[in-house]
Structure formats: C-alpha cells, structure tokens
C-alpha cells in the first residue's frame, strides 16, 4: 500500500539558511501534519492542513510557513535556520473527512542537521 | 506540560511471554487514544486505537485497554516476539485542537529470543 513520502530524507544545512521539506500524503488523505521530534523527545506537532487550510497551529518558530497544494502534497519551509531546529521533522496524513477516528500515518521523515 | 506521560522508558521481556506497556494522561478533553511503534530510521507505524466510549480494543496479538476514570492506558502484546522490539509510543487527541496527536515520551521495548 502507498504509504507518506517525505524528501529529502536527510538534509544538511548551515545557520541562517533556509530549507524546504516536502510531504506527499497517502492518496486520498485529506489532512496533512507536520511534527519535529528532537534527539531523545517525543514527536511535537507544528501544524496542520485539511482540505489545503490550515486547520490547527501547534509550537511552530514564526521563522517557519507551510502550506498544502491543490495536489495535497505539503510543504514546510524553514528560513534563518538555527543550531536547534535539528531535528527529525514528520509528516503525517489521515483521511479526516469520514469522521475523528482516522488514525495518523507517518512518513519515514527528513533529518534536518543545521552546522 | 507533559499531558501524556509512559513513565516506563524501557521494558524487557522474554519471547513468547506478554509485555505490557503503560500510558497515562491527564487532559480529560482527549477522546480517542493511539499506539504506535517505531524502529530506528523509520517513521512512526500505527499499531492500534482505542476511542474513549469503549474500554478494550483487539487486534491480533495487540490488545489495548483504556480506564478512563483512572486516566490510563496500556498496550498488551501476546505472545511478544524478538521483531516486536522498538520503541512504543502512546498518543491522545482531542480536546480543542482537533486532529492533533500529543505523544508520550515512548518505551523502548527488547523482547529476547
């Protein structure tokens, strides 16, 4: 079964720069999520999107904007990148539209390294 | 503020016996209630749910009891096996924020042959 594609899987960059993570939901999920889990931590929701609008808003640095497009694929662009935004960052989608029990299913994720 | 908390960070067990993992809350707003495993490099796999209107949920060798007046739940697998090693994660939702899982700190489970 098709499952949440996340690119890149790895990406180094240094402070001050700017990245972009991509997400392709599970075809027919209509909600997408992003999560950073940092080492040793539990995952921490950043944000969510149904239906391409934003539908919830976790701990997310206003240095961070994402959006989801009309193909459902969602993006999360990180600019004046700091040592502490390392972290494995998630996506997640769910097929919200049939009710509040869907469960979450998470791609492999992006390892951001900031140097 | 951690409103879901697995106080156990690991747990051992014999292969063929039952492990237990443990998982409590304190936002009585959450209403439905996930466990997810997760190996190292790969994301979090969904294993099993639980909605708050019902106190037991099974599937194969993953059962999952919730006792919502005691704010807990925990994860039974039976019988464990060496592939089930990893690390478990609990997650609510609910509440104000709708759709938005809150994960526990996980356990990392080694089940030996």
């Known amino acids: 079964a098709a499952g949440v594609i996340q690119s890149p899987r790895h990406l180094i960059k240094e402070k001050r720069e700017t990245a972009t993570l991509k997400c392709y939901p599970i075809p027919r999920h209509d909600t997408v999520y992003w999560y950073q889990q940092g080492p040793g931590q539990d995952p921490q929701f950043l944000i969510s999107f149904y239906e391409k609008m934003q539908s919830d808003k976790g701990s997310i640095p206003d240095r961070f904007s994402a959006q989801q497009f009309s193909d459902y694929h969602s993006e999360l662009n990180m600019s004046s990148l700091e040592l502490g935004d390392s972290a494995l960052y998630f996506c997640a989608s769910s097929h919200t539209g049939t009710g509040a029990g869907q469960p979450q299913h998470f791609g492999d994720g992006t390892r951001l390294s900031i140097l | 503020d951690q409103q879901v908390k697995q106080n156990s960070p690991s747990l051992s067990v014999q292969e063929g016996r039952i492990s237990i993992l443990n998982c409590d809350y304190t936002n009585s707003m959450f209403d439905y209630f996930l466990w997810y495993k997760k190996y190292p490099a790969e994301g979090p796999t969904f294993l099993i749910s639980i909605s708050s209107i019902k106190d037991k949920n099974e599937d194969g060798r993953f059962t999952v009891f919730l006792n919502k007046s005691a704010k807990h739940l925990s994860l039974h697998i039976v019988p464990s096996q060496p592939g089930d090693s990893a690390v478990y994660f609990c997650?609510?939702?609910?509440?104000?924020?709708?759709?938005?899982?809150?994960f526990g700190q996980g356990t990392i489970l080694t089940v030996h042959p």
């Open positions: 997650a609510a939702k609910g509440g104000t924020s709708y759709g938005k899982l809150t």
